[in-house]
C-alpha cells in the first residue's frame, strides 16, 4: 500500500482534487493506458492510501471510503484533431468563459486566477475552421515545476492538460455550435501517454464532444507537440450537477 497526499496546489473545485490530476496519480500504478473512475471528490492535503485490489484494480482509499478506482484499458478514440500552435494560441483568444465569469477560478488546470507558473491556465477555444462540429483548442508550454525525476513532464500533469478541455467540450453540444454553461464534475477518464515533453516545449491541446446520456456527457481530447508529434489521447465523462455539487457543499 502507497500513501499519496493531493496539494491544495492541485483542486479543481476549491476543496478538492482535480480530477484529471488525481486521476493521473492513481495511473501511475497502472502500465499502459488507464482508464479511472472518480467515486468521490478527492480531499486536499490528506493522507490516501493507494491500494491493488484482488481482481487487478486499484483504489484510491481515504480511510474506508473509496475514492476513485482504476484499471488498465485499451483507449482508441472516435475521431483524432489536430491544429497548429498558431491556431490553438488564436482559438484562446475565443474563449467562451471569461475571466470573471469562470465558474472555478482557482482550478489548477483552466483557472484563470491562478498565476503564471502555478496553474496551467489552459483556456480553451473555439478552431474557426470548424463551423459545424465543435472541437476546441489551446496552447500549452509546461514549466520547469511539472517535471519529473527523468526530467520530463511528469504524466499526471498531461492527465491534468487534458482534462478540464474535455468539460468545456462537454457544454458544447455535439450536433451544433450550440455553448451551455451547465455545471459539470468529472467522472471518469481514460487516457494514454505516447511520449512526455520536457519543459518549455510548446504543445497544442484539442478537445471535442463525442455524445450525451441524459446527465452524461462524453469527450475526447488529445495532446500533441508543435511539430504534431502524438503525445497523449483521452477519453472523459462527466456528470450535469447542481452549482453547489459542483462547489462541493
Known amino acids: ?88 494560441s488564436a482559438a484562446e483568444l475565443l474563449t467562451p468563459i471569461k475571466p470573471h465569469e469562470h465558474p472555478l477560478p482557482t482550478c489548477f488546470v483552466c483557472g484563470p486566477a491562478r498565476a503564471e507558473g502555478d496553474g496551467l491556465r489552459i483556456f480553451v477555444g473555439p478552431l474557426g475552421r470548424h463551423a459545424h462540429t465543435p472541437v476546441l483548442a489551446a496552447s500549452w508550454t509546461p514549466n520547469q515545476s511539472l517535471t519529473a525525476e527523468d526530467g520530463l513532464i511528469a504524466s499526471e500533469f498531461l492527465w491534468s492538460a487534458l482534462d478540464c478541455p474535455t468539460g468545456f467540450a462537454c457544454n458544447c453540444n455535439p450536433q451544433s455550435s450550440v455553448v451551455d454553461r451547465t455545471p459539470l464534475l468529472l467522472g471518469r477518464m481514460s487516457a494514454r501517454i505516447e511520449s512526455r515533453p520536457r519543459p518549455g516545449d510548446r504543445c497544442v491541446i484539442t478537445a471535442w464532444p463525442t455524445g450525451r446520456d441524459g446527465r452524461k456527457r462524453m469527450a475526447e481530447a488529445a495532446l500533441h507537440d508543435e511539430g504534431g508529434k502524438l503525445l497523449a489521447v483521452a477519453k472523459t465523462t462527466w456528470i450535469a450537477v447542481e452549482r453547489d455539487v459542483q462547489l462541493g457543499r
Not at 478538492?16 to 473512475?37: D, F, K, M, W
Not at 492535503?45 to 484510491?60: C, F, K, N, P, Y
Not at 471510503?65 to 483524432?80: F, N, Y
Request: charged share 25%; glycine share 12%; hydrophobic share 40%.
Open 1 to 88: 500500500m502507497t500513501e499519496i497526499i493531493i496539494d491544495k496546489r492541485y483542486c479543481g473545485p476549491p476543496n478538492s482534487g482535480n480530477g484529471g490530476y488525481v486521476c493521473g496519480r492513481l495511473a501511475q500504478h497502472i502500465p499502459g493506458g488507464a482508464e479511472v473512475t472518480l467515486r468521490a471528490p478527492p480531499p486536499l492535503d490528506t493522507s490516501l492510501d493507494v491500494a491493488a485490489t484482488d481482481d487487478g484494480r486499484w483504489e484510491l482509499r481515504d480511510g474506508a471510503k473509496v475514492v476513485a478506482t482504476g484499471h488498465a484499458a485499451s483507449i482508441e478514440l472516435v475521431r483524432l484533431e489536430t491544429a497548429s500552435f498558431a491556431e490553438a
